[in-house]
């Protein structure tokens, strides 16, 4: 599968705020402005459009679900990816 991604947010700097979660409006290119909501429970999550995307879970990074995909990178730079065609 091949995946357009778009960096949304550097996840030390969102465990810094102590907020428990945060919504964040990020314009992609060639998709528009973006609601996304990042929530910390057990581990920090997306949710974008209903799916939510658990970082790293199950020891998968990338964590791919409904055509989505959330990664995240050795700087703390957390991904969210796009299933285009091949």
């Given at each position: 599968?091949?995946?357009?991604?778009?960096?949304?947010?550097?996840?030390?700097?969102?465990?810094?705020?102590?907020?428990?979660?945060?919504?964040?409006?990020?314009?992609?290119?060639?998709?528009?402005?973006e609601k996304i909501l990042v929530t910390r429970g057990s581990t920090v999550a997306v949710t974008h459009g209903g799916t939510l995307l658990p970082l790293s879970f199950l020891d998968h990074n990338p964590y791919?679900?409904?055509?989505?995909?959330?990664?995240?990178?050795d700087d703390s730079e957390?991904?969210?990816g796009f299933e285009v065609p091949a």
């Open positions: 599968m091949n995946y357009a991604w778009y960096n949304i947010f550097n996840k030390d700097e969102f465990d810094a705020t102590g907020l428990v979660s945060r919504t964040l409006n990020v314009q992609l290119e060639g998709r528009g402005l791919v679900r409904d055509g989505k995909a959330i990664y995240l990178d957390v991904w969210l």
